[in-house]
Nanobody, 121 residues
Framework: QVQLVESGGGLVQAGGSLRLSCAVS????????MGWYRQAPGKQRELVAA???????NYADSVKGRFTISRDNAKNTVYLQMNSLKPEDTAVYYC???????????????WGQGTQVTVSS
């Protein structure tokens, strides 16, 4: 079994900051890419930021320069530091990870349960 547990969402005023965390647990052999997605009401889920096991990163254009993704491989945790938040950043944020489980020969895609981020104007 593998679990992704997110934390750190909440309500913040425009211009404020939040830090999301996602801790991965279970029978893990290796975690490859990790990322954060978001889904606003009435919209499709979209990639916000991703980070490889070698710590290469990529970001959605809408968050470049404001958000920073990082990971702590020793803790199996990925973070999303969100600064200069805007009302349009309001969404449910989901953690995603490509994981190879112990005794399994291929990676599988796992998702967290989501955490709400609300930015007031």
């Amino acid at each position: 079994q593998v679990q992704l547990v997110e934390s750190g969402g909440g309500l913040v005023q425009a211009g404020g900051s939040l830090r999301l965390s996602c801790a991965v647990s279970g029978n893990i052999f290796r975690i490859n890419a990790m990322g954060w997605y978001r889904q606003a009401p009435g919209k499709q889920r979209e990639l916000v930021a991703a980070i490889t096991s070698g710590r290469s990163t990529n970001y959605a254009d809408s968050v470049k320069g404001r958000f920073t993704i990082s990971r702590d491989n020793a803790k199996n945790t990925v973070y999303l530091q969100m600064n200069s938040l805007k009302p349009e950043d309001t969404a449910v944020y989901y953690c995603n990870a490509d994981i190879v489980r112990i005794g399994v020969s291929r990676e599988y895609d796992y998702w967290g349960q989501g955490t709400q981020v609300t930015v007031s104007s």
